[in-house]
């Protein structure tokens, strides 16, 4: 693998309810998706992703969550983080995601997203934007599995 100089978290989420949230304090990046989030966070602006998360209070969680308010649209938003990541260092990803309303077919994937030669920009994040891990749950039908992707390098 290439160095990277900064790795930009993402989520990129397909009709489900997506919770990211840190178990301790000190952690490297943490997002309770308090009424400010969207100052932290950026929405693509590429055609295919034109859904907006509402920010509600999920029953038997303490903090607040985003909520894919429409079926059928594709998300993308991302985030930033202030310094790069090192993974000889440790790393532990963690969010949770709740399915809700009949959801059937989708996914909820989280993305650590790769430095490239041009530079990151949050406007044209999109499915193809080189990432470094992706994992989340994916779910069609009674067919229900969580995926992790590492491209090699």
Same mark, same amino acid.
């Given at each position: ?16 309810? =997506? ?17 400010? @989030?969207?100052?932290? @966070?950026?929405? +693509? ?9 509402? !920010?509600?209070? =999920?029953?038997?969680?303490? #903090? +607040?969550? !985003? ?12 985030? !930033? ?22 959801? +059937? ?5 989280? %993305? ?8 990151? +920009? ?5 499915? %193809? !934007? =080189? ?11 009674? #067919? ?10």
């Amino acid at each position: 693998m290439t160095p990277r100089q900064s790795v930009p978290a993402v989520l990129t989420v397909l009709t489900t309810l =997506p919770l990211l949230r840190a178990s301790f304090p000190g952690s490297y990046f943490f997002e309770s998706f308090s009424p400010d @989030w969207p100052e932290r @966070w950026q929405y +693509t602006s590429v055609k295919k992703y034109t859904g907006r998360f509402d !920010t509600v209070q =999920p029953e038997g969680f303490q #903090d +607040t969550a !985003t909520q894919i308010p429409a079926a059928n649209q594709h998300y993308g938003v991302s985030a !930033t983080l202030k310094a790069p990541l090192h993974a000889k260092d440790g790393l532990v990803v963690q969010y949770e995601v709740k399915f809700t309303k009949g959801h +059937t077919c989708g996914g909820a994937y989280l %993305k650590l997203l790769s430095q490239t030669e041009n530079g990151y +920009t949050p406007k044209r994040l999109k499915s %193809k !934007t =080189p990432y470094s891990i992706m994992f989340g749950p994916d779910r069609c039908g009674p #067919d229900s599995r969580v995926r992790c992707a590492m491209p090699m390098d």
